[in-house]
């Protein structure tokens, strides 16, 4: 018989911080920039330069740990991790050891057994290094320090997930209350949350850790979900022939679908951690802390519950809309301005998801007004344009964020309420059409809907369809 195997994960996320300069100098974080560009004496390592610490870089980390329910450590200090790396300038990085501003959280995720608790052993505050740019032409490793020194905040799992699907669901958790608090744009492809994963198997049932080994170079969710699936098929191979699983940091190729050993794991004792000399402790007060409280937003989870209570829209739209802060926000603001959440929530779960799908665009680059948009529901609900009509209008919004009023004045899109006018397209439309007119006489249904359209089509798409309807079945 067979033996089986239970898989024991943590993850090590790195997330970039929102803000505007570095977490020790004032040079930019913005990405992209030509290369050593954003760069001064402190980011690049120059002796005697001085680290001087960002204040907003301790008010987001606070705020991450408030809304992931850890204990803030409310004097917590910096330390000294030294290794000499090829991309750090200083060979040694800022770190946080023995008092991380984080510890003792956890976050929910759904899975099919139900609600599941991830812990998080703790939250830290760091810089980034610099990034290697391997030059095979000319055979040499060229340095850019535009990210050295961009302000990390490093989030500690316990080794509490057991699958691919619990570590996405785990992640899209944390993205989404960072998205929400504004500290981070979560953006994997740039390189703003980056996630490590700690893997371990072991006999179901046993309460022993097996070997484990750390996976990095994973910028995608489905990169993460390949790399779980092939780090834990290797181990138990190993495992079935009788080797050992050796701890070491591997890195992950997406295009070969394999991992390929780094280098051994290092130790704590490997960095000769010491209390970093050029900071001084920081002190968050009671009432600095209070204030970062008073400021946290309203996360998905508490607006799920308000949209449905409030907004009496289905659990399936809750969702969609609250996905994506900007989607949200989008949402409340439009619902705030025409009062008619219900129409609103259709407009961005039709047209705007078909509209993004066939853009390729992502919630976070919608940047339409909901002001316009709520303008576009007041059209339509006044009869003053047809849904055919506002679907046109709204692509205009959507990728110009016109003024609704203004361009159907100027396009001259209003509905024709006029019934004269309207009867005597309709009856021109009778007179041309003298086959379908004798079908829906003789019992043809099918035949009423042409007559429609071909009126329609005369009025340009600007008729009211249920007026048009009318008019026709009475000259019938």
Not at 119 to 125: L, Q, T, V
Not at 152 to 159: A, D, R, T
Not at 203 to 211: D, R, Y
Not at 247 to 271: G, H, I, L, V
Request: one cysteine or more; charged letters at 30%.
């Amino acid at each position: 018989m067979s033996r089986q195997y239970e898989t024991v994960i943590g993850l090590e996320v790195h997330v970039e911080l929102a803000t505007k300069t570095k977490i020790f100098c004032s040079c930019s974080t913005a990405f992209g920039g030509a290369p050593n560009s954003h760069t001064c004496p402190v980011c690049t390592g120059m002796p005697g330069s001085l680290p001087v610490l960002n204040k907003q870089v301790v008010e987001y980390a606070a705020a991450v740990g408030l809304a992931t329910n850890c204990t803030i450590t409310q004097n917590c200090k910096f330390d000294r991790k030294n290794y000499f790396y090829p991309d750090n300038p200083q060979n040694y990085q800022i770190s946080q050891l023995y008092y991380p501003i984080c510890r003792n959280g956890w976050v929910e995720i759904d899975t099919p057994a139900g609600p599941k608790k991830i812990g998080i052993h703790e939250i830290h505050m760091e810089e980034d290094a610099g990034k290697l740019i391997h030059d095979e032409w000319e055979d040499v490793s060229l340095v850019d320090f535009n990210r050295s020194g961009v302000p990390l905040i490093e989030i500690v799992s316990e080794p509490d997930m057991r699958s691919a699907d619990e570590v996405i669901a785990y992640l899209d958790k944390l993205r989404l209350i960072i998205q929400y608090l504004g500290a981070s744009d979560c953006k994997l492809q740039e390189g703003s949350m980056r996630a490590d994963v700690n893997l371990s198997v072991r006999e179901a049932g046993s309460e022993k850790l097996g070997t484990r080994t750390e996976m990095k170079n994973l910028n995608s969710f489905k990169a993460i979900a390949h790399a779980i699936d092939g780090e834990r098929e290797r181990q138990i191979e190993l495992i079935e022939m009788g080797r050992p699983v050796i701890q070491e940091t591997r890195r992950w190729d997406d295009n070969k679908e394999a991992s390929f050993a780094m280098r051994s794991k290092e130790d704590a004792q490997d960095y000769r951690y010491f209390p970093e000399p050029d900071l001084v402790p920081v002190i968050i007060s009671d009432e600095w802390l209070a204030e970062i409280k008073a400021r946290q937003p309203e996360l998905r989870t508490e607006k799920l519950i308000r949209y449905k209570k409030d907004f009496d829209i289905p659990d399936y739209d809750a969702q969609i809309l609250t996905s994506a802060k900007r989607m949200a926000d989008l949402f409340e603001a439009a619902a705030a301005v025409c009062g008619k959440p219900k129409k609103v929530s259709n407009w961005l779960m039709g047209e705007t998801m078909r509209l993004m799908k066939e853009h390729e665009m992502e919630a976070d680059d919608l940047d339409f007004s909901p002001e316009n948009l709520a303008k576009l529901i007041e059209l339509v609900d006044a009869g003053t344009i047809n849904n055919s009509v506002a679907k046109e209008v709204f692509e205009k919004i959507f990728l110009e964020n016109v003024d609704p009023d203004a361009y159907v004045e100027e396009h001259g899109l209003k509905t024709v309420n006029d019934e004269g006018a309207l009867r005597s397209t309709v009856e021109q439309v009778i007179a041309d059409n003298p086959q379908s007119v004798a079908d829906y006489r003789g019992g043809k249904q099918k035949a009423l809907g042409f007559l429609v359209g071909q009126t329609m089509k005369a009025m340009k798409g600007k008729a009211d369809p249920g007026m048009v309807n009318r008019i026709l079945k009475e000259l019938l």
